[in-house]
């Protein structure tokens, strides 16, 4: 093959026709891209993780990332009292060099990450249910506090751009929007809160050359149309039963780039193979182009999923097949 790793993601986001399927597996070593780790500063209290922002985290039993179970604010009207992260700080990028200079070596495409964007950041400060009730009963507290995350996440974004240049290649980030059944919000608030915000973040990310990609889990397919207004290039579900699948790809295939794999709740845990083909026949079927527009990645906790190794296997297979099948190239050999 003639294309780097990173050649391939950017033909796929741009819908240039890459040599084979971008992946992003590395449960098996196999990643066209890098994660370029930025350091927390999470410390403990108490017993209790509190991250950057002052939020305390609780994990149950069972192996997981946690919930925020301790909010620093008791009311939106105490968004003053919120004292952000400081990303002018040396020791936050001490391992991004490394971490940019492997990725050189292997070209390979390089990915940053923000950690609750907004709207998370903004329930996981102040309460979820609160949050709610203030985007409609206390609009001014609750764009100041939007306001103040929002501009947070821009000097993070600056921060980046001003030390790695044009050697950063994309910015994700995390935004859970949906329940199983729809979005929390209804898709006139989420426009006229949301949209102009995330327009001007990632406005931001795009001026310095890098491409967005955001994660949001549930039933987001309204606010997909939103994430493309507000100029994401690559939208991460990993629920796409749930979404409806043929649905999803009728109304936003080609005009952003899916990043996805089998259905993480209906079809992972089961492990079964006949599962886990239809989900792949299916994505290939109605979100993929010849011409790119897919993605295909893991889910980093498949024992929070209950998903074995195998079945990952066993994805990985299918995928590389319809990989094969469409651009002519089958995805790397699994070790």
Known sequence: MSMQPKDIVRAALRFQSPERMPVR?????????MWVPLTGGNRVEDGVRIDDWGCGWAQTATHNMGQVKAHPLADLAEHERVVPPDYSQDWRYAACEAALQQAEREGRYTHIGIFMILF?????LAGFETVLMGLLADRANAEALADKILATQIALVHHCQNRFGARLHSIGMSEDWGTQQAAFISKELWDDFFLPRYSKLFAEIHKGGQDVWVHSCGKVNEIIAGFIEAGVDVINLQQPRALGIEEIGRRYRGKITFESLADIQATMPTGRRDLIE???????CHWMLPTGGFVLSDYGDG??????PEAKRVMYQAFSNVSQELYGAPLPPLP
Request: negative net charge; aromatic residues 4%.
């Open 303 to 308: 024992a929070a999923i209950g998903a074995t």
């Open 278 to 284: 239809a989900d792949t026949r299916d994505l290939a």
């Open 120 to 124: 998370e950041r903004m329930h996981a």
């Open 25 to 33: 597996m590395d449960v098996f070593g196999i990643d066209d891209t």
